[in-house]
């Protein structure tokens, strides 16, 4: 049997308040995020310890340690799952609804941890907006409560020093992976568990160590000494880590090794365990779970209330939390952890009931809310965009947008840039005039041929800008995305093999299946018409009326070292097996063509990053031989090529750039501010 410990729910104190701080958007700990490794610690400690605890005395089961970790952990996740679904719908948009719903599924079947691993992305809802991101953490710790104990029951005959060489093997090729792909792929490094499990073997290597010496009560200055130590090792991790750390990586060392030393050696007998185990310290950590639990919510939501929190809305929020923290905590933690009070089997009885019903709800949302079942968001979002300056936006179905754009948009405009993402940063700001970008992430040439093929007839521009990425001719660059506007793919592509011009577009825009729920939805959502007031920066994304895009405060925010982190992503894009399709070429050439005789046609070559490019000097040299086909083809044709995808060419620098891949307005300034001011005001053909 384990011995309570006051220093370790101290500890936990140590870990939540810091994490809440850091999400309320405090600068006093701007390495706050570190008290989640300080979790990782203590579970791996606490769990390891119960365990072997009780295999030791002959009374573990694996039904019973299971038990006991759902009664801990999912009543109080149930409640704030259950509580936020009615304060999604009524703050977020249909797209952050969808968003939202898949997360609730992923929170309550553990799986979150992969759920925001595939989930990120520039486009995406800022962090500090997504109400269940936090559930990342619960989700590596329930996996690792799955495996763990199973591993501990198979190698439990080889002894104590078996087990600790297996869990040695596995922390450290889990901490080699950790340094790979914190490099590597990061995200991965950050949300999986194989490259945190080293981070709860270090909680294991504790629990194996305490008991077979069993723990001192005093070690003199040597135990004051190495507790202050632990201590300060996390103070200074919060104190000068931020978000621009790469994390985990070795910088997870201070964290994990501090918490290691202070569950070692902080005791009554010193300062530091006093400090841990005072009734403040204590009192914080027995509700650290609820306030973790709480936190993410309540400043999710705020910030969809207030764009900017101010000190006192923190200060509130920072209240509200543990406010709710201790009532859940009270009412619903100590309960459910009582067998007396609440038998095994109505335990599993209210909570499988709970779970299948936030379940049902979070898939309904995820169904009610898709691209497809929500038919007139994308066309609703284009429509409140004719005659304002800009709308926010979130993931969406662009190309679904784009066609609604094309079909209500009034303006006209004297030149169209089609394209993906690499050109979305050209508008009004960098050609003057009156553009209208209509450029969709990851536009593949299917995209191009319908979009162009939609929106010339019905605006008649005086120039056209395509994007020549270099994937377009990628017979395996596997982009899927231009499906949901197949119909016109095909009617363009038709058209233009018979020298004709595409027909107009055909918008119907249909009332969706579930009117009333979705009018319902309308009339009580607080942000179906809260629109931009301003352009500058700010948490989330948002689209000009010329179509340009102001990214999230969270992208533009990075770092240079944070853009660049994984120059392999802007290099495999679509092009990590690269296979020339002569046909592609040909349809590409077709559609330049076809309009180069209706209007001033410029190809436009996005630059990389200059840390990029000198890889596809060296390594990928298919890139630079795409841009000469694509140099080739505009002397063949006739028209212009502005840009290079050699940065250097155009003088755009490293700061011109978001990632490895996008560049900024700056940097497209620089290609088409000179080069195509010719082009966009010589007379049409």
Sequence with gaps: MIHYRREVDGLRALAVVPVILFH??????????????????????????????????????????????????LPALFLVVSASIPAAFLLLDQFELHAFSKSVLAATMFYSNFHF??????????????????????????????????????TWRFGKRGMVALLSMLALGSFGLCLWASQNAPDAAFFLLPMRLWE???????????????????????????????????????????????????????PTLGAALLILFSTPANWVGRLLGSRVMVGIGLVSYSAYLWHQPVFAFLRHVYEELSPLTMLVGVGSVFCLSFLSWKFVELPFRNRV??????????????????????????QLFSSKARSGAETALAQALVGRDAVYASNMDERLFVKSRIAFETMHPDTLIIGSSRIMQVGAN???????????????????????????????????LIGGDPWLFNGNSRQKRWRSIANEYNAAQMALKEG???????????????????DFYRAVNLSYNTFPAHDFHETRAKIRADGSRVYGLTYVSRTHDQGIRNIDRALDYSMKSYVFDAARQDDFE???????????????????????YARMEKERRVFLEVEESFVAMGKRLGVKVAGSYNPAAVGCEATDFYDGMHPKESCMAKVLNSFVARALHTPRP
């Design 430 to 464: 960098v050609l003057g005039g009156k553009p209208l970008n209509l450029a969709v992430s990851g536009a593949s040439l299917e995209d191009g041929i319908a979009l162009l093929g939609m929106a010339f007839e019905r605006f008649q521009p005086e120039t056209v």
């Design 500 to 518: 004709r011009m595409p027909p107009a577009i055909n918008f119907e825009q249909r009332r969706e299946s579930a009117a009333g729920f979705y």
């Design 341 to 366: 009070s609440i038998p095994r089997a109505r335990f599993f009885k209210v909570i499988g009931a709970l779970g299948v019903m936030i379940i049902l709800l979070g898939g309904l949302g995820s």
């Design 200 to 254: 709860l073997a270090v909680g294991a290597f504790i629990a194996f160590y305490g008991f077979r010496n069993n723990w001192k009560s005093d070690l003199g200055l040597a135990g004051e000494t190495l507790s202050l130590t632990g201590l300060l090792l996390i103070v200074t991790a919060f104190l000068t880590y931020s978000s621009a750390t790469p994390f985990p990586s070795y910088y997870a060392l201070l």
């Design 117 to 154: 691993w595939k989930d990120g992305g520039y486009f995406e809802t800022a962090a500090e907006l997504k109400p269940l991101l936090h559930t990342w953490s619960l989700a590596v710790e329930e996996q690792y409560y799955i495996f763990f104990p199973l591993l501990i029951l198979m």
């Design 590 to 612: 077709r559609l330049v063509s076809h309009y180069k005789g209706r209007a001033n046609v410029v190809i436009v070559l996005s630059p990389y990053h200059p840390a990029v």
């Design 24 to 73: 309320a958007g405090s600068d006093l700990l701007p390495g706050g995020f570190i008290g989640v490794d300080v979790f990782f610690v203590i579970s791996g400690y606490l769990i390891t310890s119960i365990i072997l605890s009780e295999m030791d005395a002959g009374t573990f089961r694996l039904s019973q340690f299971w038990e006991r970790r759902a009664r801990r952990i």
